[in-house]
């Protein structure tokens, strides 16, 4: 598990496709502090287990079906990456419950400056949705963001300089691709609620009560 905030950004040092997959060799700093092998590693958004390491950098493998449901299979070197190491049962929740796995591929439409912040609009799946809500939580390659509007498919955040600044965020242009994980709390309570034979006084009046709606 993670928390989505970011540690810090990494670059692509090598891409190697594999017969099925690819391994990826990542440059960076201060997450390499107490890394150990079998670790996780959250790599834009995508929950990783470092395989290698040295004093700079640290290699993972990436699945075929990773290539095939995130932002990875157009990978390449010299490309930012955000990073955050897994969470510790010491450590303090800042951003919300991240699991690593991404839902669906968005797309990255526009970045208006306002003030001192970034209000950031991305469009995703039609599947998904439905876990997206005003007020809500969502990840967008690996960072815990708050959704400040939301239409349809196409949801809009207001990103503080400091998160703007530190990420990967600041790079993306209009049209690219980003890796987007909702708030497993919906999926929960989707799954709760399917079932006919459901005891549970969870409801969408009771959701709305107690401002989760």
Known sequence: MFTGIIEETGTIKSFEKLASGALLTINCDKILDDVHIGDSICVNGVCQTVIKYDNNSFTVMLSGETLDVTTFSDAKKGDCVNLERALTLNSRLGGHIVSGHTDCIGEFISSEKHSEFHNLKFKVSKAIEKYIVYKGSITV???SLTVSDINNDIFCTAVIPHTYNNTNLQYLKNGDSVN??????????????????????????????????
């Open 180 to 213: 987007i994980e909702t708030d497993i709390l919906a999926k929960y309570i989707e799954k709760i609620t399917m079932f006919e034979d459901n005891k549970s006084n969870i409801s969408l009046e009771f959701l709305k009560d107690n401002g989760f709606v």
């Open 141 to 143: 390659n690996g960072i």
